[in-house]
């Protein structure tokens, strides 16, 4: 379920923020769903998710094979659910759901996993206003799990969007950031710049401030040092480590 939320999500070309328009939440929660974290999700929300990225309520659920789409048990049961009328089809996705839960927790119970150390919670910030601006109060907190016990000193932690610094850090990777005043010289760094926090390599290269994309197919940036009039940037952090999130 995880890949076909994403992998439908990036073939219409939507980014989490739009897809969180259609349904009516916010980007974290269409990330969490990618995540494979759907077990308090709303019928309407189920509805409202198939029919923005074009595919079966069924495969929200997780039930079929999603990655054999002939798969005869779930070709019949989309014809099944496609000839209910809406009534019909919200008794399918009720018992669906109970049913997807009941196996979850056959498998492993999340809870007993945490309290036993195994997976360690780290509070994220999500960008929600312009830049970081340092308004912690003002952002929207996530916590995600990672197995790793060997994570640095940070002070906050956040979520990647997007590609641009593929195959290094990938969309939905958690990022540790140290507030660090050190000159740049080829580290990863978060900088503010014209209401946005971008994630790059920086350099800094006599008059200029240099933003450099790891995927190829982005153009570095080229910042004035110092900034000219009526512009602004600051460099809030290094980043010292990543990981990719434990679904759960």
């Known amino acids: 379920m995880e890949n076909i939320l994403k992998e439908k999500r990036l073939e219409k070309k939507l980014t989490l923020e739009q897809v969180g328009e259609i349904v009516g939440v ?5 990330r969490k769903w990618e995540n494979g974290m759907i077990e308090n999700m709303g019928r309407d929300k189920i509805v409202s998710l ?3 990225l074009g595919i079966s309520p069924l495969d929200i659920l997780g ?3 999603s990655e054999n789409e002939t798969s005869p048990i779930k070709k019949e049961l989309n014809d099944i659910f496609d000839s ?3 009534k019909r089809q919200g008794k399918v996705l009720n018992f669906a759901s109970e049913q997807l839960n009941e196996q979850n927790n056959n498998i492993i119970n999340i809870k007993d996993v945490i309290k036993k150390d195994k997976l360690i919670p780290i509070e994220t ?3 929600v206003s312009a830049g970081f601006g340092f308004h912690y109060g003002e952002n929207e907190k996530t916590i995600y799990y990672t197995l790793r016990t060997d994570l640095p000193r940070f002070d906050f932690a956040t ?3 997007g590609d641009s610094m593929e195959p290094t850090l990938h969309d939905g990777d958690v990022i540790l950031v ?3 005043y050190d000159t740049p010289n080829g580290g990863i760094f978060v900088v503010d710049y014209d209401g946005t926090a971008w994630v790059k390599e920086v350099i800094i290269n006599d008059d200029e401030l240099i933003l450099h994309s790891v995927n190829e197919k982005y153009s570095d940036r080229f910042l004035p040092v110092p900034p000219e009039d009526g512009g602004y940037w600051n460099i809030v952090g290094e980043v010292v480590d990543w990981f990719t999130p434990e679904i759960i």
């Open 26 to 30: 916010g980007k974290s929660t269409v």
């Open 178 to 180: 140290r507030q660090n």
């Open 125 to 127: 910030i999500e960008q």
């Open 63 to 65: 039930i079929g094979d």
């Open 159 to 161: 979520v990647v969007t």
């Open 84 to 86: 209910l009328n809406s």
């Open 50 to 52: 198939s029919k923005a």
